[in-house]
């Protein structure tokens, strides 16, 4: 199931706290709104009511061949896809919408997308300070050899009854 007047309302209320030229909210879906309780149609509205644009990608290919019991045949994978509804969306926000029929058009999309919105600050790396591999490590260590070790003294003493 998809919810996508819930996704863009709940991006709204996280993005009301930045500056108004950072409000951008990317949407990719490959279907069609199907669960949830708010309309995209008035999710659209309250996006635009409080500045946020919305860039809306619709994705999956045109057509995919599949093997099944009866042979090959085509489908169309893309057959939801509620492109009216996005671009709708996208326009009434003062966004875009794109469609990416594989992975190299929906970079070229996010190329655009980072060319029409370039970030001002670079989001930040974490990396733990402290390494703890070492613990599983002793404890991988402790395992081996301990069930090694029965094996070796049940061999040396086979090996002096025989």
């Given at each position: 199931?998809?919810?996508?007047?819930?996704?863009?309302?709940?991006?709204?209320?996280?993005?009301?706290?930045?500056?108004?030229?950072?409000?951008?909210?990317?949407?990719?879906?490959?279907?069609?709104?199907?669960?949830?309780?708010?309309?995209?149609?008035?999710?659209?509205?309250?996006?635009?009511?409080?500045?946020?644009?919305?860039?809306?990608?619709?994705?999956?290919?045109?057509?995919?061949?599949?093997?099944?019991?009866?042979?090959?045949?085509?489908?169309?994978?893309?057959?939801?896809?509620?492109?009216?509804?996005?671009?709708?969306?996208?326009?009434?926000?003062?966004?875009?919408?794109?469609?990416?029929?594989?992975?190299?058009?929906?970079?070229?999309?996010?190329?655009?997308?980072?060319?029409?919105?370039?970030?001002?600050?670079?989001?930040g790396k974490y990396r733990?300070?402290?390494?703890?591999?070492?613990?599983?490590?002793?404890?991988?260590?402790?395992?081996?050899?301990?069930?090694?070790?029965p094996r070796t003294a049940?061999?040396?003493?086979?090996?002096?009854?025989?």
């Amino acid at each position: 199931e998809t919810a996508i007047g819930d996704a863009i309302a709940l991006a709204v209320k996280r993005l009301r706290e930045r500056p108004a030229d950072r409000r951008i909210l990317i949407l990719l879906t490959d279907g069609v709104n199907t669960a949830g309780a708010l309309d995209p149609a008035k999710a659209a509205e309250l996006a635009a009511a409080n500045q946020v644009r919305l860039y809306t990608i619709g994705i999956g290919a045109d057509s995919l061949r599949v093997n099944d019991f009866f042979g090959s045949r085509l489908i169309n994978p893309s057959a939801d896809l509620d492109e009216k509804l996005l671009r709708g969306i996208a326009e009434q926000t003062g966004g875009r919408y794109f469609r990416a029929r594989d992975t190299r058009e929906l970079a070229g999309i996010y190329t655009e997308i980072d060319r029409l919105e370039p970030a001002m600050e670079q989001g930040g790396k974490y990396r733990p300070v402290e390494e703890w591999f070492h613990l599983p490590l002793a404890l991988a260590f402790v395992l081996a050899f301990g069930l090694a070790l029965p094996r070796t003294a049940l061999w040396s003493l086979r090996e002096r009854i025989a």
